[in-house]
């Protein structure tokens, strides 16, 4: 079963990107190392395998 995109941005956040907006289902996080990742869509969807591989590329290169 997927992971929640609420997960995603749960994972995020506690990695240290910061919301720094967006429109509509898309929400853009931004690290204090210049990365910045784009969440798509609603807060109970599913993520989808993309998102996912594109969250944990970003939280494993900011942690390094």
Excluded: C, W
């Amino acid at each position: 079963m997927p992971p929640k995109i609420r997960e995603l941005i749960k994972a995020l956040e506690k990695a240290g990107f910061k919301f720094r907006g967006g429109k509509g289902s898309h929400r853009n996080y931004e690290h204090s190392k210049g990365m910045r990742v784009t969440v798509s869509g609603k807060l109970g969807d599913d993520a989808k395998f993309y998102q996912q591989k594109e969250v944990k590329k970003k939280i494993e290169k900011s942690q390094s």
